[in-house]
């Protein structure tokens, strides 16, 4: 058994822009395809590829953000994949639908015997709420064990012994606690990211996804930092990182 102290986030995949030889922009700045697509996008609506103010890619989607044009984002896309989080976290996670996909690990059919679990942030650090926290899943591991060898014999006569395990798993899996690892590819456009953010690295949000949220926004930042330049992210009350935005909802 492994246990989770933090997640893990991996890049799987950005935006690739290709420039129209016929509507060329004349960019000015640093900038990444995804940063570049939203530029393009919002300058076609004005006819404004010549950039007559001839401001830089990110003073542009500044300037964007200041006005509230969020649509621009949600031409840009990134997907991520998220391990080392529990169950919990991905409960609330997938409740952000407008602007994401998710595909996450099915206990019907992934062997959760030898599960990892996930340590909540609250009791990290202190060892006898970490022991009794221990025990606790440990039981319920072996718990989850005995019973899909149980139900395995129970449904002895389902000859398609694939079905025959997923039914096993399926009812098993209830006696699993919401810590339990799980790993799941997220896709979210510019946007749907910005109002996942603000909603989960903030102060009120539960802590394990609002730890993994900070994480999101700091490797988002180093991506595509003209999108979420706004955040700050910040050592809260409570002794943990959060983060707040300037621009609310854009």
Request: net charge positive; proline share 4%; with cysteine.
């Amino acid at each position: 058994m492994e246990l989770f102290l933090e997640p893990k986030v991996t890049l799987l995949a950005r935006p690739h822009f290709s420039e129209p030889t016929h509507l060329p922009v004349s960019w000015l700045g640093e900038s990444t395809d995804g940063e570049r697509l939203a530029e393009f996008a919002g300058r076609l609506c004005y006819m404004s590829q010549a950039n007559p103010a001839k401001r830089p890619t990110r003073e542009y989607l500044e300037n964007i953000k200041k006005q509230g044009h969020g649509s621009v984002r949600e031409h840009s896309n990134y997907s991520l994949l998220l391990e080392g989080v529990s169950r919990s976290l991905t409960h609330e996670l997938v409740r952000r639908r407008a602007g994401f996909a998710y595909s996450q690990l099915s206990q019907r059919y992934v062997d959760e015997s030898k599960a990892n679990f996930v340590v909540p942030p609250a009791i990290i650090g202190d060892e006898a709420l970490e022991k009794r926290w221990r025990e606790e899943v440990e039981g319920a591991q072996s718990a989850y064990v005995a019973l899909v060898e149980q139900l395995m014999e129970r449904y002895g006569w389902i000859a398609d012994r694939v079905h025959r395990r997923k039914m096993a798993r399926e009812a098993a899996r209830a006696v699993l606690p919401n810590a339990t690892e799980t790993k799941i590819v997220v896709t979210g456009n510019a946007r749907a990211w910005r109002t996942m953010l603000e909603l989960r690295a903030g102060e009120g949000a539960e802590l394990e996804i609002r730890r993994c949220a900070v994480m999101i926004l700091r490797l988002l930042q180093r991506e595509a930092s003209g999108f979420f330049s706004d955040f700050v992210i910040y050592v809260a009350e409570d002794r943990r990182e959060a983060a707040k935005v300037e621009y609310h909802k854009v």
